[in-house]
C-alpha cells in the first residue's frame, strides 16, 4: 500500500471507509459538512483531470510518433484528462479506454 504509507508520511490520517467510491465518499462528506473541509474528489475534479493531463502530454514527448494510446478506466478522470491533452496537441490521435470486469 505504497499511496497509503506516503500518505501517512506526509502527516495525514488515512481513514477507510465503505466498499465502493460512492460509499468511501460519504465519510468525508459528512467530515466536511461538521468541520468545512474541502473535498477534493479522487477522479470528478477539474483540478484531478486537468493534473492527469500532463500524463498524455508527456507520452507525447517522449514517444512522438504515438498513434494510439490506451489508458485504462475506473472514474474516468484520468482517461478524460490525458484524452483532452492529448488530442488538442494531435486532433486525430486515438484514445481507447477498456475497463475491467471483475
Known sequence: MPKVEATLGYGADVIFAGRTVDEALARPREHAEQTGAVIIHP???????????????????????????????GGGGLAAGLALAATSLRPGLRISAPESRL
Open 43 to 73: 477522479f470528478d475534479h477539474p483540478d484531478v483531470v486537468a493534473g492527469q493531463g500532463t500524463i498524455g502530454l508527456k507520452i507525447l514527448e517522449q514517444l512522438p510518433d504515438t498513434a494510439t494510446i490506451v489508458v485504462p478506466i
